[in-house]
């Protein structure tokens, strides 16, 4: 099994920063994609930005150019920094990774695993 666990929610003025973390651990062999999403209250979860393990992003048209994703393959984390942040950026923010994780006799088989997600608000 592969857990993800975040950090870094809080509340934030409109305006400000905020760093959000997400570390990997468990049985990994390989890790892929890792992406942020978010769901704010009564909306459906929705992608925020997404990185591959070369490094290649992508970002959802509401966060582009505030908002940048990167991530550490050495520590298996991936972090989001959150710039210029509005109202409407107030939702719980999920992590999300993909990959291969090592099942029993050392065999491999695909992984997708969440983190329990961490709010964020943005209010004045």
């Known amino acids: 099994q592969v857990q993800l666990v975040e950090s870094g929610g809080g509340l934030v003025q409109p305006g400000g920063s905020r760093r959000l973390s997400c570390a990997a651990s468990?049985?990994?062999?390989?890790?892929?994609?890792m992406g942020w999403y978010r769901q704010a209250p009564g909306k459906q979860r929705a992608l925020v930005a997404t990185i591959t393990r070369g490094g290649s992003t992508n970002y959802a048209e509401s966060v582009e150019g505030r908002f940048t994703i990167s991530r550490d393959n050495a520590k298996n984390t991936v972090y989001l920094q959150m710039n210029n942040m509005r109202p409407e950026d107030t939702a719980v923010y999920y992590c999300?990774?993909?990959?291969?994780?090592?099942?029993?006799?050392?065999?491999?088989?695909?992984?997708?695993?969440w983190g329990q997600g961490t709010q964020v608000t943005v209010s004045s």
């Open positions: 468990g049985s990994i062999f390989s890790i892929n994609a």
């Open positions: 999300n990774a993909d990959g291969l994780t090592i099942a029993t006799g050392q065999n491999v088989r695909p992984f997708i695993s």
